[in-house]
């Protein structure tokens, strides 16, 4: 392997197109963003070092034996994310490029494609929230940015629209891929002379100056400059061509090891295309409900453990061949396995906030998948209503004890075991048994339950530990309600309210926003309820007394307490009350009673 004659980015960007320049399935996704892009140009311009290329002569005889795609053009951060595969004969020789996909990306999409990004406040499902948007540079003067010499910036019509109309300062934006189609200078100098950039009587001479200098070096940098340096590897061997991607890989963005274990798949898949399969089924559970944010790591590590593949750690030396066709042989029912249990999680309620491990999910689907349970069943059929309890107490008592923090990689075999070693129902008692006494333990004591009472409004422990004591069901949306609006909490409004003294109003604020004053109650009620008083509240939405009755059982009031506002602090510690027993039965708490000091020796 040695440095070949370097070639000019035009020269690079035809071949791309051509798809003479392709990459190989073990290459990443683009994860670049627009400023990247945008300053990857302004270093051009400088004279900075892009750094060196490494690119793979594939013969045409051994095209058909890999897998390769096409380089992105037109990046949509939802509908166009993902490399399409290469649509290449065997009839000739092609480049792979393993070292600067993410450089040489940048470079098509800057001067042939477009990118669009969401913008902030619209909704994912608003086409208006992606703009297209292509690469320019202003020609008049340099960027505002500190960092950068060049006003390289993606831009939108509306944005032309709004540099055109809105404001007053002189711009002349010129479409960076405009310059592919100058012959030589001569013809830079003509658009020059076309639109007027050397007219003295429209511009400054530092304006004139500066727009003739950066037109030309844009056209010498992208059309004439050799500025391409690359390394040629000619070897036709997989496993060496692998090693020498992971090996340039393990510095900058480092590739991960499910970026290799996906790549790897991808390369050793026989049946299915594991990167497209893979990138699909990514997009199709994070759809499921209101969305969630797993990612291809979940999915890859999943597939380890649900394979029964004994070493489930990301190492190279696991991802045999053996291995990947293993998993490939048992994708439907693992991929099956996994998006019952997020429809199941979301059955219990818990939306992406309330997942706070989404590693969480990788036992339960293994238990699915070893009893075969479907989905139907799964979520509905009174068969498996046992399970559904035993599962949603355990996800809960998993997430409040912080179980999956860290690296739980030596929490999944030991979860294997006992899965397979219990034929019934889930082993939630066998689990709880298992890990008593140490940092990874499911049980739970009355000091526990006390710190779980102080959860504040908001948090994702507060829904889990009031979704432990309400029956809750996917199909409806559930919003944590503080009993006693939060908006009356101030000292200025308990003053109006006849709260006179500080020390008592203290007592109502420090008190109003933790688990006692919280419900859970569906959204379309929550917005009824508003800012209302309790009381005022509950006579409204339920005017008969045995349907308030109901409300208040089922919300754990307590009986002898009044719901007016003046009587809040003995209702909240009446509920605190009622509360701490019934996490204590819920979570078989056993309450140890302490000796007094008296009793003990001296």
């Not at 593949?309 to 291995?323: A, G, L, T």
């Not at 293994?366 to 069943?377: A, D, M, R, W």
């Not at 209302?532 to 754990?556: G, I």
Request: proline residues 3%.
């Amino acid at each position: 392997m040695a440095y070949e004659k370097p070639i000019t980015i035009k020269e690079a960007i035809t071949a791309i197109q051509d798809q003479e320049f392709i990459l190989p399935s073990i290459q990443r996704e683009f994860v670049w963003g627009t400023y990247q892009i945008e300053t990857l140009f302004d270093s051009l311009m400088r004279d900075y070092p892009i750094s060196t290329f490494l690119f793979w002569k594939v013969k045409s005889e051994n095209i058909d034996k890999f897998k390769f795609y096409r380089f992105l053009k037109d990046y949509h951060q939802r509908d166009n994310k993902h490399n399409q595969p290469a649509d290449i004969s065997s009839e000739k020789d092609r480049i792979a490029i393993l070292d600067g996909q993410q450089r040489l990306t940048s470079l098509y999409i800057g001067l042939k494609g477009s990118d669009s990004r969401k913008l902030p406040k619209y909704q994912w499902s608003s086409d208006y929230a992606f703009p297209t948007k292509k690469l320019y540079v202003n020609l008049l003067e340099k960027s505002s940015d500190s960092d950068r010499e060049y006003d390289f910036q993606f831009l939108s019509e509306d944005d032309l629209n709004w540099y055109e109309h809105e404001t007053e300062k002189k711009y002349f934006w010129l479409k960076v891929g405009d310059v592919l189609g100058f012959k030589d200078i001569t013809e830079v100098m003509q658009f020059l002379v076309k639109n007027k950039l050397m007219d003295s009587s429209l511009w400054t001479q530092n304006e004139i100056d500066f727009s003739m200098n950066t037109l030309s070096k844009l056209f010498k940098v992208i059309c004439e400059n050799e500025t391409i340096n690359f390394f040629l590897e000619k070897s036709e061997e997989l496993d060496k061509v692998l090693q020498i991607f992971i090996r340039i890989n393990s510095g900058g963005t480092k590739l991960s090891y499910s970026d290799l274990l996906l790549s790897i798949a991808t390369a050793q898949w026989k049946k299915k295309d594991a990167r497209k399969i893979i990138h699909e089924f990514v997009d199709k559970i994070n759809a499921i409900g209101g969305g969630y944010s797993f990612n291809k790591d979940i999915v890859l590590k999943s597939c380890l453990v649900l394979s029964n593949i004994k070493d489930i750690r990301f190492h190279v030396d696991n991802f045999s061949s053996e291995n990947m066709s293993k998993i490939e042989d048992e994708w439907d029912d693992i991929s099956s396995a996994i998006t019952s249990t997020i429809k199941l999680i979301y059955h219990f309620g818990f939306n992406n906030k309330a997942l706070t491990a989404n590693n969480a999910i990788i036992p339960i689907a293994y238990f699915i998948k070893k009893h075969g349970i479907s989905e139907s069943n799964l979520l509905n059929h009174s068969s498996q209503e046992n399970n559904r309890k035993l599962i949603k107490e355990w996800l809960i008592r998993a997430l409040l004890k912080k179980v999956f923090g860290g690296t739980p990689d030596s929490l999944y075999p030991v979860y294997r075991n006992i899965i397979n070693q219990n034929e019934g129902d889930f082993p939630l008692e066998a689990l709880i048994e298992r890990y008593k006494g140490n940092n990874k333990s499911l049980e739970f004591y009355e000091d526990n339950i006390e710190h779980l009472l102080t959860t504040n409004y908001g948090s994702s422990f507060a829904f889990m530990v009031l979704s432990l004591i309400y029956p809750l069901k996917g199909s409806y949306e559930f919003h944590q309600d503080h009993m006693h609006p939060k908006t009356f909490f101030t000292h200025k409004k308990l003053e109006k309210f006849g709260i006179e003294t500080f020390d008592e109003r203290e007592a109502y604020i420090s008190r109003y926003n933790s688990l006692p004053n919280l419900q859970l109650i569906e959204a379309v009620e929550n917005k009824q309820k508003n800012a209302k008083k309790l009381d005022v509240w509950l006579e409204e939405a339920y005017p008969s007394e045995q349907e308030q009755l109901a409300f208040k059982h089922m919300h754990f009031f307590p009986v002898d307490e009044s719901v007016t506002f003046s009587n809040f602090v003995n209702f909240y510690d009446a509920r605190r009350e009622l509360l701490k027993q019934k996490l204590i039965e819920i979570l078989n708490v056993k309450v140890v009673e302490t000796e007094t000091i008296n009793n003990i020796p001296n």
